[in-house]
């Protein structure tokens, strides 16, 4: 007896569903500590300013935008995954 090869179609088949929720289960780990990262940044940031430091405004708000990347980023893995 000979199989019937897969399709390409079905071999990229979508992950079985405990593992997408593994998966997301990471990912909704990962939000929550880049969401703390980017509280912290903020409060420290505005500490310094209103202690009269202005210099870490632009690292903090960089390092925010990094932040806000990687949710992006996890967002459109997010979707790549649902379909």
């Not at 079985?16 to 990471?26: A, F, S, T, V, W």
């Not at 409060?43 to 202690?51: E, I, R």
């Amino acid at each position: 007896m000979t199989r019937a090869q897969p399709s390409p179609r079905q071999a990229v088949d979508r992950p079985p569903r405990r593992k997408r929720l593994d998966i997301l289960n990471g990912m909704l780990l990962l939000v929550v500590l880049i969401n703390i990262l980017q509280l912290w940044l903020f409060t420290t940031t505005v500490h310094a300013t209103l202690g009269g430091d202005a210099d870490p405004v632009w690292p903090a708000g960089l390092a925010s935008l990094a932040c806000l990347g990687l949710n992006v980023g996890l967002l459109w893995y997010l979707r790549r995954l649902d379909r």
